[in-house]
Antibody, heavy 123, light 107 residues
Framework: EVQLVESGGGLVQPGRSLRLSCAASGFTFDDYAMHWVRQAPGKGLEWVSGISWNSGSIGYADSVKGRFTISRDNAKNSLYLQMNSLRAEDTALYYC????????????????WGQGTLVTVSS | DIQMTQSPSSVSASVGDRVTITCRASQGISSWLAWYQQKPGKAPKLLIYAASSLQSGVPSRFSGSGSGTDFTLTISSLQPEDFATYYCQQANSFPWTFGQGTKLEIK
């Protein structure tokens, strides 16, 4: 059974940093690209960032480019999101999502999702 | 970026009804469209990919169609567990974008 478990969320002041983690199990982690998708309270889904199976290809939404950094450790079956210079508009539930393929930047569906970790940016 | 627009934003229906939700892309995306179901407090679940392919384990009352810019999700006979919010997502080109969602409510 595929499982994705996010952690690292919390309340943080504007301008500060936070690092999210996603622990994956139930599938061959290094066979697939992975993503972060967020959902602001009461709002829709927004793709944030993605990374290919070997970290060779990475992408970001314009809203987070230059502030967020995605990474993965295939030896630990883990995905990460380093979030710097946080803003109030980054407040959201952050989901870790598995790609249906290995390569970032080609046809992408999110076939499994974690339960999310809540990030609240407020003073 | 490709904009995805769903209609309606909300719909009320009864158990047993047939319901259709529409998604329109701001430019052609071939058949690279997915549909997700999200229940309150839960993560989204992939229902359909490549416009009409049913994800493993999804009931056959769900179906998808369309290509280019216009797509539909149809639920042939609503069940109580189908009341949720549905999102479309274009899978054609980076950055991946979602529709604003359609909330399916019980009449």
């Amino acid at each position: 059974e595929v499982q994705l478990v996010e952690s690292g969320g919390g309340l943080v002041q504007p301008g500060r940093s936070l690092r999210l983690s996603c622990a994956a199990s139930g599938f061959t982690f290094d066979d697939y690209a992975m993503h972060w998708v967020r959902q602001a309270p009461g709002k829709g889904l927004e793709w944030v960032s993605g990374i290919s199976w070997n970290s060779g290809s990475i992408g970001y939404a314009d809203s987070v480019k230059g502030r967020f950094t995605i990474s993965r450790d295939n030896a630990k079956n883990s995905l990460y999101l380093q979030m710097n210079s946080l803003r109030a508009e980054d407040t959201a539930l952050y989901y870790c999502a598995k790609d249906n393929g290995a390569i970032f930047g080609v046809v992408t569906n999110f076939d499994y999702w974690g339960q999310g970790t809540l990030v609240t940016v407020s003073s | 970026d490709i904009q995805m627009t769903q209609s309606p934003s909300s719909v009320s229906a009864s158990v047993g009804d047939r319901v259709t939700i529409t998604c329109r892309a701001s430019q052609g995306i071939s058949s690279w469209l997915a549909w997700y179901q999200q229940k309150p407090g839960k993560a989204p679940k992939l229902l359909i990919y490549a416009a009409s392919s049913l994800q493993s384990g999804v009931p056959s009352r769900f179906s998808g169609s369309g290509s280019g810019t216009d797509f539909t999700l149809t639920i042939s006979s609503l069940q109580p567990e189908d009341f949720a919010t549905y999102y479309c997502q274009q899978a054609n080109s980076f950055p991946w974008t979602f529709g604003q969602g359609t909330k399916l409510e019980i009449k």
